[in-house]
């Protein structure tokens, strides 16, 4: 979910990484590339590209150019560290260019730590810029050791292969391009030196080929030229033949199959009785998985399968499906956050189970299905100290010692005691989150198996020790299954929360399957449907205990404070339903909603006092609508969660109404959540 963060601008000190010149260069030369290591990431909606002078000599900034290609209508205001005053000079297609000035120069910094940044406003699921980047500066005389580079790629030696993706590294520069089979990438302007060029594995699902890298030397003032040369991977396979038994109850969705090992991944939906037959498989070992399966009433899930495929033979698996034991069913929920503040909006502590009166007061009065089941408490977040991340160095391995969760039970307690002797008790789900990029995440995606899973371990040892706790809400921004760090951490999560983690039927080290959790313990994720995807389904599908919390707030592109129009707010949410419900489907996994019923930064009534126009229950009465229209009955749809209970909504220093549901809102989800 989106998180409320303060923002503290910290001073610029010029002396670190940034020189005043000692007079304003008011005539504008002719600007000359000059080789600089470029970074893009977003964080906050806010998109950064940082520039790093890895050069022995200072860069001038009083003129400077930088361009690069954005997909999508770069925005105008800009800004970054030092000021530059940058402005959009061109943006043909995708091509920008931006030029800018400061009376600073740009210091040697061969780590990266003082990067000069250009940063404006973009959505995190917005693509993000791309190069090639060339950075611009006036004021330096044009470096005569500087030549050119021409790359010739073959025509491709057979039909359907994939485009090769070149990547060229030397003199501090590591420049990448997708390059067309039969045509050239011509660089110009490198700085004289040795490079390599590298090019992709291609593959067309048949036959693959590799290329040998190639080592070139560039020479001041002349053009050299290289050819890339592809060669057939000499094959050695075999095949794979997977029998899908008769259906075991009636009514089931075909099962959907994955298959994965040496470097690749099928995927296909396999009828009931029959087989799916892979041939010409590299050989090696292979992981066969299922999706879970329903018929709206019943689950069955299988066991992922291992198989050995040797070169001239096939080798026979059969699925085996069981009644599955799912941790999770139906429910709604609510986000709750007890920070206290005093009438200015400054921070005076937390009250655990500061709202749990006032949600017990709203399931007294709520209708069958209407009632709040779960509870999402603030449990506490993830940091790194190795691997580069937490200011530490690079090399400084991972453990599980240096990373760290961290768990407050305390409003997890009040929440679930306050509700247990109602008639209408609750599951508690604390939401752990971090910033994945950020300076205490920064390597998170780049973890191996073995540190992911260790990290997994962490997550596991200290939130299944407290028997409250239904399972864990991640909140890691920007989620992406499709990152290895990301992808091992959840897989990990996703077989000790059944109680798996040393293997079927052995000792459950963390306790995740107890008395109170014969099934184990759930996970989820807050992001959009646009993530959810095959990789996501085989590893939140494996053991029937992962599922996906879809927002429905903070849709669309405008800047954090800028709130969505109804008309707008109404597309977009609409759009976002279908688009999960569909996915759902494809991929066979479960879901929730989060459901605007409080400001958020984009759906919200007042922003510092000031009107948006919108009532917070039109917000909501629209999320409500597309759900009905296109979700409510859907088996694969487990219920809405109520954004959110606060205090005060603060966000980057602006106070948001209203902070929690009115009693209006109340009312209505009564009958209606």
Same mark, same amino acid.
């Given at each position: 979910?989106?998180k ?11 002396? !670190? &990484?940034?020189a005043?010149?000692?007079?304003t260069v ?14 893009v990431?977003?964080?906050y ?13 200072s ?11 954005? $997909? ?7 800004w ?13 297609g995708t ?8 009376q600073?120069t ?18 995190p699921d ?16 044009p ?8 790359i010739s ?23 990448n391009?997708?390059?067309?089979w039969?045509t050239?990438?011509e ?15 291609v593959?067309?699902? =048949?036959h693959?080929?590799?290329?040998a890298p ?5 020479s ?10 592809? !060669? ?8 794979? =033949? ?6 075991? !109850? ?8 994955s298959?994965?090992?040496?470097g ?8 009931w009785?029959?087989?799916?037959k892979?041939?010409?498989?590299a ?8 999706? $879970? ?9 299988a ?15 059969t699925m ?13 929920? =609510? ?15 937390t ?29 506490? @977040? ?7 991340s937490?200011? $530490? ?7 599980? *010692? ?16 306050? &509700?247990? @002797? =109602? ?8 939401t ?10 920064k ?8 540190e992911?899973s ?21 909140d890691? *921004? ?12 959840f ?16 000792? @459950?080290?963390?306790?995740?399957? @107890? ?9 989820s ?10 990789t ?8 029937g ?10 849709l669309?592109?405008?800047p954090?404070?800028? &709130? ?7 597309k977009f ?12 489907? !494809? ?10 019923? $409080? ?8 922003v ?17 609508n ?6 409510r ?8 969660d109520?954004w ?5 909504m603060?966000? %980057?220093?602006?106070?948001f109404?209203? &902070? ?11 009958? %209606?959540?």
């Amino acid at each position: 979910m989106k998180k409320i963060w303060i923002f503290i601008l910290i001073s610029f000190f010029i002396n !670190t &990484a940034f020189a005043l010149q000692d007079k304003t260069v008011t005539t504008v030369i002719e600007r000359s590339p000059v080789p600089v290591v470029v970074n893009v990431s977003n964080q906050y909606w806010v998109e950064t590209i940082s520039i790093c002078n890895t050069t022995p000599n200072s860069i001038p900034l009083n003129d400077i150019e930088l361009d690069f290609n954005y $997909s999508v209508p770069m925005p105008t205001n800009i800004w970054g560290q030092p000021w530059a005053a940058w402005r959009v000079a061109s943006q043909q297609g995708t091509k920008v260019v931006l030029l800018g000035g400061a009376q600073f120069t740009l210091k040697p910094d061969p780590h990266c730590d003082y990067p000069l940044t250009i940063q404006f406003n973009a959505a995190p699921d917005l693509p993000a810029p791309t190069g090639p980047f060339v950075f611009l500066a006036a004021g330096i005389t044009p470096p005569n050791d500087t030549g050119n580079l021409k790359i010739s790629v073959p025509s491709a030696p057979e039909a359907g292969l994939s485009t090769p993706q070149v990547t060229v590294t030397g003199m501090g520069q590591t420049l990448n391009q997708n390059v067309n089979w039969g045509t050239n990438w011509e660089l110009d302007n490198l700085t004289a030196g040795t490079y390599t060029i590298t090019s992709s594995n291609v593959s067309n699902g =048949t036959h693959s080929y590799q290329s040998a890298p190639v080592n070139v030397s560039v020479s001041a003032q002349q053009t050299v030229q290289a050819s890339v040369k592809y !060669t057939l991977v000499p094959p050695t396979t075999g095949n794979l =033949t997977i029998n899908i038994p008769t259906e075991p !109850t009636a009514g089931l969705n075909n099962p959907q199959i994955s298959v994965t090992g040496m470097g690749q991944t099928y995927n296909q939906m396999v009828k009931w009785g029959t087989q799916w037959k892979l041939t010409s498989l590299a050989e090696g070992s292979y992981n066969i998985s299922s999706s $879970s399966v329903s018929n709206g009433t019943s689950t069955y899930q299988a066991a992922p399968v291992n198989a050995n495929v040797s070169s001239q033979e096939t080798t026979q698996v059969t699925m085996v499906y069981t009644p599955s034991q799912l941790p999770m069913g139906y429910g709604n929920g =609510t986000w709750v956050y007890d920070t206290t503040y005093d009438s200015n909006g400054r921070k005076t502590g937390t009250k655990p189970g500061l709202f749990a009166a006032d949600i017990n007061q709203y399931n007294t009065k709520a209708g069958v299905g209407h009632k709040i089941t779960r509870i999402f408490s603030y449990g506490g @977040d993830m940091e790194m100290s190795c691997k580069g991340s937490g200011g $530490s160095s690079s090399t400084t391995p991972c453990t599980a *010692e240096n990373m760290h969760v961290y768990y407050q039970p305390q409003s997890t307690t009040a929440y679930f005691n306050a &509700a247990r @002797d =109602t008639s209408n008790p609750v599951e508690m789900y604390p939401t752990l989150d971090g910033v994945v990029g950020g300076p205490y995440l920064k390597t998170f995606n780049n973890l191996t198996q073995k540190e992911a899973s260790i990290y997994a371990d962490n997550v596991a040892s200290l939130y299944c020790a407290d028997d409250n706790v239904s399972g864990v809400s991640f909140d890691l *921004e920007p989620f992406d299954i499709d990152q290895p760090g990301q992808a091992y951490f959840f897989a990990q999560i996703a077989k000790n929360f059944a109680g798996q983690h040393n293997g079927p039927n052995q000792e @459950d080290p963390y306790h995740c399957v @107890d008395a109170a959790h014969p099934h184990g313990r759930t996970f989820s994720v807050f992001t959009t449907a646009s993530h959810v995807n095959s990789t996501f389904a085989k590893i939140f599908n494996q053991y029937g205990n992962g599922y996906v919390i879809d927002s429905l707030y903070d849709l669309g592109s405008n800047p954090g404070g800028v &709130a969505n129009s109804l008309s707008n707010y109404t597309k977009f949410v609409n759009a976002e339903v279908v688009r999960m419900k569909n996915n759902a489907k !494809t991929y066979q996994v479960k879901y929730q909603f989060g459901i605007p019923a $409080s400001a958020s930064v984009h759906e919200f009534e007042t922003v510092n006092g000031q009107s948006s126009g919108v009532s917070q229950i039109d917000y909501l009465q629209a999320a409500i609508n597309a759900i009905n229209d296109n979700a409510r009955n859907d088996p694969y749809y487990l219920g809405a969660d109520i954004w959110a209970w606060h205090q005060m909504m603060i966000w %980057s220093g602006k106070i948001f109404t209203p &902070a929690l549901p009115s009693s209006e809102i109340l009312n209505y989800l009564a009958s %209606s959540l």
